[in-house]
Nanobody, 114 residues
Framework: QVQLVESGGGLVQPGGSLRLSCAASGFTFSAYAMFWYRQAPGKERELVAAVTNTGATTRYADSAKGRFTISRDNAKNTAYLQMNNLKPEDTAVYYC???????WGQGTQVTVTS
């Protein structure tokens, strides 16, 4: 079965960094684009970053540009989101997803506070 498992979230101070990981299984990982979304309490899910199946092209929300980096290692069936210079407004549950399979992970909590 298709599974996506996020990890790497936690509590961090403003200006700090976290690296999120998404372990994928149950499908041909290299055939699908990967996405990172986030959802804060009371807000809709927001697309943060996306990467094509080969990793050749990436896209970011304006709020993430210059601070976040999405990447993938197809040999390891894993996607990553490196988050630097974190801000309180980055606080949310972060999800990886494969929209082509309508598949979502369980999410990992990121909390940015002083």
């Amino acid at each position: 079965q298709v599974q996506l498992v996020e990890s790497g979230g936690g509590l961090v101070q403003p200006g700090g960094s976290l690296r999120l990981s998404c372990a994928a299984s149950g499908f041909t990982f290299s055939a699908y684009a990967m996405f990172w979304y986030r959802q804060a309490p009371g807000k809709e899910r927001e697309l943060v970053a996306a990467v094509t199946n080969t990793g050749a092209t990436t896209r970011y929300a304006d709020s993430a540009k210059g601070r976040f980096t999405i990447s993938r290692d197809n040999a390891k069936n894993t996607a990553y989101l490196q988050m630097n210079n974190l801000k309180p407004e980055d606080t949310a549950v972060y999800y990886c997803a494969t929209p082509g399979l309508d598949s979502w992970g369980q999410g990992t909590q990121v909390t940015v506070t002083s």
